[in-house]
């Protein structure tokens, strides 16, 4: 994986210097709070219901054992030991003093980390694959694709203060693990006459107005990469509309000019920005590529797995993907027990999982968007070892990809923008579906919880979708289907009237018991629902 | 309002900004103000008669004027380039990057915390309009 050199720590330095600096005038006064909070917002650190929260940058997922020991440190310093794992590959702590602020980016800098442009209308951490440097169905590690894209945005002079946020996602595959598509900047890499490109989709995103990015460009070099994305970000800067923080993504600009007239302005743009000599040389890319050589396999490893005990064949079959080398294995783990809050983890469970990876998987995790951590290189041999180490500390759920493996933002709990709470409707729902075999039974189902419109539970994109609003002084859910994050990407559709506390776990149930009746052969939730329509569903749900 | 900051060595400009229309409408001017939503292009033909551009920055969160500086001095603009409005002093080390080199904010700028912001970051990480060198290009020679 990536590391600095004495210019990247330089960098990530001066930023901590700075952002010490901007909270001592804060505490002096000299800043208001209205002139500090885009600074703060800009180091990912909010001001929620009870307290700061800080989200830290977790570039494209990736981290090391040395670093993922730093999470787990700062989780029992500075906060009330656990950090919490989010849908962009980041953690947040939400229990942290302004005062502390500074030290804990002093200490993420001693390990190459920050919490540089996790929040603020700027360009946020690029997201990946977590699968990159793993998966057979990659036509190259996207990573050093995104880590030039991170060099390249980090106090990007003329973004920094756009309409409004900026995500990019990079993948490689055509399978899409990391929802690309609902983007700012979706890059999917492809390759064309042997020559690596990226195709570009720029427009997606969730929120109150769900969008698929529509494809701008259809490849794109290396070479041309950040002359492109300088681009599209320069038309937006100057076209994107600031009258409205509703109306402000870049998926609405690009929904009023149509794709087509966009993609003209982006043209002409680049044909200028090209010849501003923005682009770094191939032997920079090639630098960064270096880093992301395979790590040094074992040609002899053995396929076998001795699957004697059922509890880890169970998980074995559910939580462990296959891996482009032979004799290994890529292991998911799901942070999602039965009753607790999706994505969060304690500071022993956070260095567990580091010493896990330092000792089994060429010291490598990756956080994914769906709030769980994966160790991508595991020899099958190490299975069990891994898999009993994990579940003696409570790490080995295995519910990859089922009903309980659900995503939710913190919620009324925490958030303050939040409507209603998300945490205690997604512990009602494992709850209800805690026995395996029944959610074995119901196979791949992505339910997805957001407490308001702005979506961070990605609801939109869920098989199964729940919006929490306020109806009167009442928290009500409303029930969604039919979305897709992944390379069938789609939007989940409204059944009907919303629902109590209660009344929405009872719903889930009764539409996954319409499809468990409708369902053919090899058809997953989704697959039903898009085949059968929304009417069997709504029928069963208020007939 | 606050002192006006000057990075250039020749005298302030003095002759009155007119606005954009006006200045396309009679074009012996030679000091223009640019609101955030004018499209700064439509002075390129013109530069070499401009002493000063003024872009305004009405919100210091409309971050409009930064591309607006950019596309000037990318067109060749070497004549004063002035922010002016809600101007603070963390942004004007990234206006320094889009080629601003004066700024007249509303409210005044404490000199000191002015100077450590723009001698803070020894490195940057991309080409702007103010000649840095960008660590790639420092990597490779």
């Known amino acids: 994986m990536y590391k600095y ?12 210097e700075e952002f010490r600096d901007q909270v001592a005038r804060r505490l002096s006064g000299a800043l208001s709070e209205d002139q500090f909070k885009p600074l703060r917002l800009m180091n990912g650190l909010y001001l929620q219901l009870h307290a700061y929260m800080l989200r830290v940058a977790v570039p494209y997922g990736t981290l090391d054992g040395r670093q993922m020991r730093m999470l787990g440190h700062i989780a029992r310093k500075y906060d009330r030991g656990y950090g919490h794992f989010t849908t962009r590959q980041n953690i947040q702590y ?14 993420l800098a001693t390990v190459e980390m920050h919490a540089i442009q996790t929040s603020g209308n700027c360009i946020r951490n690029i997201s990946s694959d977590q699968y990159a440097g793993a998966a057979a169905d990659e036509v ?35 399978e899409d693990r990391a929802a690309m598509r609902l983007h700012d900047i979706g890059i999917q890499l492809v390759e064309r006459d042997r020559e690596l490109g990226g195709r570009i989709f720029v427009g997606g995103g969730m929120g109150r107005t769900p969008m698929v990015a529509p494809e701008i460009k259809d490849f794109i070099g290396a070479d041309d990469l950040l002359s492109y994305v300088e681009a599209c970000l320069r038309v937006y800067n100057r076209y994107g509309r600031r009258d409205n923080i509703y109306k402000a993504r870049i998926k609405i600009l690009i929904h009023e000019l149509g794709a087509d007239e966009y993609r003209r302005q982006v043209e002409e743009e680049f044909k200028l920005v090209k010849a501003l000599g923005i682009d770094p040389p191939k032997a920079e890319f090639d630098r960064i590529t270096a880093f992301f050589a395979p790590p040094a396999f074992d040609a002899a490893a053995s396929d076998a797995i001795d699957r004697s005990d059922p509890d880890f064949a169970v998980w074995l079959d559910q939580n462990v993907k296959a891996h482009k080398q032979p004799g290994y294995a890529i292991v998911n783990i799901s942070l999602k027990p039965v009753g607790g809050i999706p994505g969060d983890a ?6 567990l999982m580091a010493d896990l ?3 089994y998987a060429f010291d490598e995790l990756r956080v994914t968007h769906a709030q769980n951590i994966v160790l991508p290189h595991v020899r099958k041999a190490d299975l069990y070892a ?48 805690a026995d395996l075999g029944r959610q074995r039974e119901l196979g791949e189902l992505k339910l997805k919880i957001s407490g308001c419109i702005n979506a961070c539970g990605h609801h939109h994109a869920g098989h199964i979708g729940i919006l929490g609003v306020d109806k009167k002084g009442t928290e009500n859910y409303q029930l969604l289907l039919g979305g897709s994050g992944a390379e069938d990407a789609s939007l989940a559709r409204i059944t009907g009237p919303g629902f109590d506390e209660d009344g929405i776990v009872d719903a ?15 058809e997953r939730f989704l697959d039903t629902y898009r085949r059968v329509g929304m009417e069997p569903f709504k029928e069963a749900l208020y007939g | 309002m606050g002192d006006l900051l000057r990075f250039r060595d020749d005298e302030a400009h003095d002759e009155p900004a007119v606005t954009l229309d006006a200045f396309l409408g009679q074009t012996n001017a030679t000091a223009v103000r640019v609101e955030s939503g004018d499209d700064v292009r439509a002075l390129i033909p013109h530069l070499g008669q401009i002493a000063l551009i003024e872009v305004s920055f009405p919100k210091f969160r409309d971050g409009r004027g930064y591309s607006s500086g950019r596309i000037l001095r990318e067109a060749g603009y070497t004549g004063e380039l002035r922010a002016a409005g809600d101007v603070l002093v963390d942004q004007v080390p990234l206006m320094r990057r889009c080629g601003f080199d004066s700024f007249a904010p509303e409210a005044e700028i404490d000199a000191a915390t002015l100077e450590a912001s723009l001698a803070r970051y020894e490195h940057v990480y991309q080409t702007a309009a103010d000649g840095a060198v960008p660590v790639w290009k420092l990597r490779h020679g």
């Open chain 1, 5 to 16: 050199d004495q210019y990247d720590q330089s960098i990530v330095d001066s930023r901590v």
């Open chain 1, 94 to 107: 939400n229990w942290i003093k302004l005062e502390d602020a500074p030290e804990i980016l002093a200490d």
């Open chain 1, 140 to 174: 190259a590690d996207p990573r050093p694709w995104a880590e030039l894209l991170r060099q390249w945005s980090s106090f990007h002079p003329e973004f920094s203060y756009l309409p409004r946020k900026f995500k990019i996602a990079v993948i490689a595959a055509d």
């Open chain 1, 346 to 351: 304690t500071a022993e469970q956070i260095e």
């Open chain 1, 357 to 359: 990876a330092e000792r």
């Open chain 1, 386 to 433: 891994v898999w009993q180490a994990l579940d003696a500390a409570g790490l080995a759920p295995a519910n990859l990809d089922l009903i309980s493996d659900i995503i939710a933002c913190p919620g009324l709990d925490y958030c303050s923008l939040a409507n209603a709470r998300s945490i205690p409707i997604a512990q009602k729902i494992a709850t209800r579906f």
């Open chain 1, 508 to 522: 889930v149930e009764t539409v996954t018991n319409v499809y468990l009746g409708a369902r053919e052969s090899g």
